[in-house]
């Protein structure tokens, strides 16, 4: 990616690897070393910006794929970025978006897996439209990602 392209928004992630294309081109314009971001996270956990400092493995590690994107690691790639934190919310947002395409994705091959983790999210879900009388949220939860397994993305 050349110094002068954009970086993708987070408004315009839809799946895992929007996000971690986005967070990489993120990371790439910021122009930091590995071991700059790990000084640069340090410093940023000190002042209370991040909860933790991450290490320039786990930097190198995210950019290479090596290990899965985390909440964790995504936080420190926007922050030692200069992502302004008014801005923050948007990448929770891609995060949340990214995440439930992954169990869409994995409802859709029938998983087990997501339909547990429907049943432990169940309150986190947003609803479907019309299903106010429901009294049982997981339905309503799963309801929910079966309409938005059949929408057009």
């Keep these: 990616m050349l110094r002068e392209e954009k970086p993708k928004r987070p408004d315009m992630v839809v799946t895992p690897t929007d996000l971690w294309n986005a967070l990489v081109s993120v990371y790439a314009l910021s122009g930091l070393t590995y071991r700059k971001a790990e000084q640069k996270a ?17 930097f190198h590690n995210f950019v290479t794929r090596r290990t899965p994107l985390t909440r964790r ?6 922050a030692v970025s200069d992502v302004p934190q008014d801005e923050w919310i ?40 019309g299903s106010h009388g429901t009294t049982d949220p997981l339905s309503n939860a799963a309801r929910n990602v079966a309409s938005l397994t059949r929408m057009q993305i």
């Design 73 to 78: 690691i995504m936080l420190a790639v926007i």
């Design 90 to 129: 948007f990448w929770e947002s891609a995060w949340r978006s990214a995440r439930m395409e992954f169990v869409r994705s994995a409802a859709r091959d029938g998983s087990p897996a997501a339909r547990e983790y429907l049943e432990q999210q169940r309150e986190h879900l947003p609803k479907v439209w």
């Design 42 to 58: 340090k410093h940023l956990a000190e002042q209370g910006v991040l909860a933790h400092p991450i290490s320039r493995a786990s």
